[in-house]
């Protein structure tokens, strides 16, 4: 341990957030990262407890807890500390092919989890995460490396996603050849479109897919596989092939007036906003614009806030959040104690971004919509919300959200985006490769297994998990190239 007393002397410090009326003018990164030293510091926090709850990564009660990818938090932190950065990097890449990832969306279970949380603020973990791989790519420590030796095993990657790259990244270093097909024109996944550029800029993901295409990997960009690309041509050129597609159906709303203009997936929005500003700075106008419009957006969650943070970004006259659930608490409730995942209220950036521009919190509990309305040229100007509450179900017993009669009201509405979740695999892709579903829309393997029924297929990520988070997506395309290595060679040291 570098510093025994560090979790009692310093106190948890995050980065600077420029402030929500400034970084609104930009789609940029925003967080100003601390001085190396006050980074040590940081480090120094980390109690190298007897069992470090961080890097377990369980599943308590439904909810994450940990780091799925074990990484070795504590090791790291240490030589954080000790300034021993070379070494910090080396432990953080042995559990995890892309911090630079993951220290930027990942919501930190490692942190819900820390010990130092228990009786006070978590280690920054994930600032510190960042701090060591930026360091690597400032420092030229970060250069491709290909594997000497090659198997001439051929492998496809159908998605680009983290669970994709992950087993790409993978079988490339055990010496597999391996291409990873990805239908839209850019690498990268949800990561690429699905999640804005001030959460994630793009060039942080073209930056490790240079390095992993001089280590050898092989990408193909607008492949969209079960479409352009035929499925029996992957089986015939490849040795084994990994579907990594994605939980890609978004759960719709099916309210009454549903067919009205401007009601858009948060997932459409999200991807045409982030295309047209690397395509040309939006001049190409190629994306659904919510400048002066009265936006209502549809889902609490994650997606959501960056519906909100977006919309904002490009002008919005006003923005509502509707979350049919209740308003979590501000603390811990004493049944869900430490080390599960805190079900506490956040306000994210999105949100904080609407208090700083309009002067209130966008988010409306215990509500949904139901009906959009529309003007008599069919596009959308209203939406009838209602008030919800919790319920037993009669004939199931369990408790739902129902209606509050005689709640409804209306709200202004030029521009409704939908981000309630998503369902599952795509059908196309599933029978493209005549491979089962379960009763989820997921693909159906054995437990802890990535094998599909049909032959030389597996599966990784969302696609095989339902909709997760990015540490269990790189997880699972980590065990599913261990998988594949093993089926392919008869054993596997892949980690």
Same mark, same amino acid.
């Given at each position: 341990?570098?510093?025994?007393?560090?979790?009692?002397? &310093?106190?948890?410090?995050?980065? =600077? !957030?420029?402030? *929500?009326? #400034? +970084?609104?003018?930009?789609?940029?990164?925003?967080?100003?990262?601390?001085?190396?030293?006050?980074?040590?510091?940081?480090?120094?926090?980390?109690?190298?407890?007897?069992?470090?709850?961080?890097?377990?990564?369980?599943?308590?009660?439904?909810?994450?807890?940990?780091?799925?990818?074990?990484?070795?938090?504590?090791?790291?932190?240490?030589?954080?500390?000790?300034?021993?950065?070379?070494?910090?990097?080396?432990?953080?890449?042995?559990?995890?092919?892309?911090?630079?990832?993951?220290?930027?969306?990942?919501?930190?279970?490692?942190?819900?989890?820390?010990?130092?949380?228990?009786?006070?603020?978590?280690?920054?973990?994930?600032?510190?995460?960042?701090?060591?791989?930026?360091?690597? &790519?400032?420092?030229?420590?970060? =250069? !491709?490396?290909? *594997?000497? #030796? +090659?198997?001439?095993?051929?492998?496809?990657?159908?998605?680009?996603?983290?669970?994709?790259?992950?087993?790409?990244?993978?079988?490339?270093?055990?010496?597999?050849?391996?291409?990873?097909?990805?239908?839209?024109?850019?690498?990268?996944?949800?990561?690429?479109?699905?999640?804005?550029?001030?959460?994630?800029?793009?060039?942080?993901?073209?930056?490790?897919?240079?390095?992993?295409?001089?280590?050898?990997?092989?990408?193909?960009?607008?492949?969209?596989?079960?479409?352009?690309?035929?499925?029996?041509?992957?089986?015939?050129?490849?040795?084994?092939?990994?579907?990594?597609?994605?939980?890609?159906?978004?759960?719709?709303?099916?309210?009454?007036?549903?067919?009205?203009?401007?009601? &858009?997936?948060?997932?459409?929005?999200?991807?045409?906003?982030?295309?047209?500003?690397?395509?040309?700075?939006?001049?190409?106008?190629?994306?659904?614009?919510?400048?002066?419009?009265?936006?209502?957006?549809?889902?609490?969650?994650?997606?959501?806030?960056?519906?909100?943070?977006?919309?904002?970004?490009?002008?919005?006259?006003?923005?509502?959040?509707?979350?049919?659930?209740?308003?979590?608490?501000?603390?811990?409730?004493?049944?869900?104690?430490?080390?599960?995942?805190?079900?506490?209220?956040?306000?994210?950036?999105?949100?904080?971004?609407?208090?700083?521009?309009?002067?209130?919190?966008?988010?409306?509990?215990?509500?949904?919509?139901?009906?959009?309305?529309?003007?008599?040229?069919?596009?959308?100007?209203?939406?009838?919300?209602?008030?919800?509450?919790?319920?037993?179900?009669?004939?199931?017993?369990?408790?739902?959200?129902?209606?509050?009669?005689?709640?409804?009201?209306?709200?202004?509405?030029?521009?409704?985006?939908?981000?309630?979740?998503?369902?599952?695999?795509?059908?196309?892709?599933?029978?493209?490769?005549?491979?089962?579903?379960?009763?989820?829309?997921?693909?159906?393997?054995?437990?802890?297994?990535?094998?599909?029924?049909?032959?030389?297929?597996?599966?990784?990520?969302?696609?095989?998990?339902?909709?997760?988070?990015?540490?269990?997506?790189?997880?699972?395309?980590?065990?599913?190239?261990?998988?594949?290595?093993?089926?392919?060679?008869?054993?596997?040291?892949?980690?």
């Amino acid at each position: 341990m570098g510093k025994p007393t560090g979790y009692m002397e &310093y106190d948890r410090k995050n980065s =600077v !957030a420029v402030k *929500p009326e #400034v +970084r609104i003018k930009n789609f940029n990164e925003f967080h100003i990262p601390l001085a190396k030293e006050e980074r040590k510091k940081q480090a120094a926090r980390c109690m190298e407890c007897g069992v470090p709850f961080c890097q377990s990564g369980m599943m308590i009660g439904g909810m994450t807890s940990g780091c799925p990818l074990n990484n070795l938090i504590p090791e790291w932190n240490d030589l954080l500390y000790t300034d021993s950065l070379d070494q910090a990097l080396n432990r953080l890449l042995k559990t995890n092919n892309f911090p630079e990832f993951t220290s930027r969306v990942c919501p930190a279970p490692c942190e819900a989890a820390c010990t130092c949380g228990l009786n006070g603020s978590p280690v920054s973990i994930k600032e510190n995460e960042m701090s060591i791989i930026e360091n690597g &790519y400032s420092q030229g420590t970060i =250069v !491709a490396n290909p *594997p000497k #030796v +090659r198997t001439g095993k051929k492998i496809a990657v159908v998605g680009s996603g983290p669970s994709g790259l992950a087993a790409a990244d993978q079988l490339n270093k055990r010496g597999h050849l391996v291409t990873v097909f990805e239908r839209s024109d850019r690498i990268g996944g949800l990561l690429m479109y699905g999640i804005p550029n001030m959460k994630l800029e793009k060039h942080v993901i073209d930056r490790k897919v240079t390095i992993m295409k001089e280590e050898g990997v092989t990408f193909v960009t607008n492949a969209d596989v079960g479409n352009t690309v035929q499925a029996s041509k992957l089986l015939e050129e490849f040795d084994r092939v990994i579907l990594c597609c994605g939980a890609s159906n978004p759960r719709d709303i099916k309210a009454p007036g549903r067919e009205a203009n401007g009601i &858009y997936f948060a997932v459409d929005f999200l991807k045409a906003a982030t295309k047209s500003l690397l395509d040309s700075n939006f001049q190409d106008n190629a994306f659904i614009t919510a400048k002066d419009k009265n936006v209502i957006v549809i889902g609490g969650g994650d997606t959501g806030n960056d519906c909100v943070g977006t919309s904002i970004r490009f002008g919005a006259k006003s923005v509502v959040q509707l979350e049919m659930m209740p308003k979590l608490p501000e603390e811990r409730a004493e049944s869900n104690p430490w080390p599960e995942w805190p079900r506490v209220c956040k306000t994210d950036y999105g949100q904080e971004e609407a208090i700083a521009t309009f002067g209130e919190d966008p988010r409306i509990y215990q509500t949904t919509v139901k009906e959009f309305i529309a003007d008599e040229n069919g596009n959308l100007c209203k939406v009838k919300c209602v008030k919800l509450e919790s319920k037993k179900d009669e004939e199931t017993g369990r408790m739902m959200m129902a209606e509050v009669p005689g709640s409804e009201y209306e709200l202004d509405a030029d521009l409704v985006l939908i981000a309630a979740g998503f369902l599952g695999t795509e059908e196309y892709i599933a029978n493209a490769f005549d491979i089962e579903l379960d009763g989820r829309t997921n693909v159906k393997t054995e437990p802890s297994a990535y094998a599909t029924n049909a032959d030389k297929v597996f599966v990784a990520g969302d696609m095989h998990r339902g909709q997760s988070l990015v540490v269990w997506a790189i997880r699972e395309g980590r065990e599913a190239a261990k998988a594949v290595d093993k089926h392919l060679m008869g054993y596997s040291n892949l980690a």
